[in-house]
């Protein structure tokens, strides 16, 4: 059964976990630092600075084998551990393929494997563009492309894919400490605002966002359609994203030479002029991951619809067969 758009609105205080405060340490461990990326508002010509593609997802890319700091049902597993039980691999087409097991059966309340990956490089901005074929989706699945900075929310989070359950449509969010808000100006923008508040803490970790409406844009509407392209570019003048269906990858994407300025109204915008960005999101690696239940499925699951318990829908192995993430590439220009 299918969220309602009201239904994910009034699960909204619970929908930040994928950046808790606990998380912040685990956050931090990264040792690589990018050059800033200077990309601004009117420049219309990006170098392509990183591509992320096929192996290129395993071996620039570290996977986090830490207890879950959201609390989900899953075991974490490292690089090796995740190959060898073939839930990391990349496919002959160069598709890189992320899953949670569904082999296994386990006692209700159990841990259930899966994946978590985080760059090795950091970055303070630029335009980032990531082609996915298929993402996870299924009651007690909480999926996530996210990016983030050291000691949350200090260096800001930014949510660019984000959901649980069979949730309908994609959600995009931001998490700062004290000092931003939305942008009192949103005409520029084709979703909804559903908080506009950006500072989280343990109190209240909404942040601040937008819900799409196009079912094309998570889960199994998502995948239905092959996917598609999610880009965000992060510069001085704030943070703009858009979502194109596969069939509605502008040509210029595909070139490899971007021109975000003729990509049209976008998903979500978050203006400089109510936040100051080079102070609130800094040093950031873009992560992969799904947890389940947690923080946020975990209290949604009987209102999302979902037969039973939480607890008992992790133990089943039949329940994940479309928990999976099918990864074309990630482009990072500067």
Not at 13 to 19: D, Y
Not at 116 to 145: E, Q
Not at 234 to 251: L, S, T, V, Y
Request: proline letters at 5%; hydrophobic letters at 35%.
């Amino acid at each position: 059964m299918l969220f309602s758009a009201a239904l994910v609105l009034s699960l909204l205080p619970l929908s930040v976990f994928a950046g808790k405060h606990q998380e912040g340490p685990l956050r931090s461990r990264h040792t690589h630092h990018a050059r800033s990326i200077q990309a601004r508002n009117n420049t219309k010509t990006y170098k392509l600075d990183d591509y992320y593609r096929g192996d290129s997802f395993l071996n620039d890319w570290d996977f986090f084998s830490g207890s879950d700091p959201t609390h989900g049902n899953v075991n974490f597993l490292s690089k090796e551990d995740a190959a060898s039980k073939k839930l990391a691999f990349v496919q002959a087409d160069g598709t890189t393929v992320l899953a949670v097991d569904d082999t296994t059966t386990l006692p209700s309340g159990g841990s259930r494997n899966s994946v978590r990956i985080s760059t090795k490089k950091k970055y303070n901005g630029g335009l980032f563009i990531a082609d996915f074929w298929a993402m996870p989706h299924g009651c007690s699945v909480w999926p996530a492309y996210w990016s983030v900075g050291p000691k949350w929310p200090d260096a800001g989070e930014i949510d660019i894919l984000e959901g649980v359950h069979e949730q309908p449509t994609n959600q995009y969010t931001l998490h700062t400490s004290d000092g931003c808000t939305l942008s009192t100006d949103n005409s520029r923008v084709s979703t909804n605002v559903i908080h506009d508040l950006c500072a989280s803490s343990g109190s209240d970790n909404r942040g601040c966002g937008f819900l799409d409406s196009d079912t094309r844009t998570y889960g199994k509407g998502f995948n239905m359609v092959a996917g598609g392209v999610y880009a965000h570019l992060w510069n001085d003048g704030g943070i703009k994203m858009w979502h194109f269906a596969r069939g509605e990858i502008p040509a210029d994407i595909t070139a490899k030479n971007p021109d975000p300025s003729t990509w049209g109204t976008p998903v979500a915008f978050w203006s400089s002029s109510a936040c100051d960005f080079a102070s609130h999101f800094y040093d950031h690696s873009l992560i992969i991951d799904t947890t389940l239940c947690g923080d946020w499925a975990g209290p949604s699951y009987t209102e999302a619809g979902c037969p039973g318990t939480c607890a008992d829908a992790v133990a089943d192995p039949a329940n994940f067969r479309w928990a999976k993430w099918k990864l074309n590439y990630i482009a990072v220009y500067q």
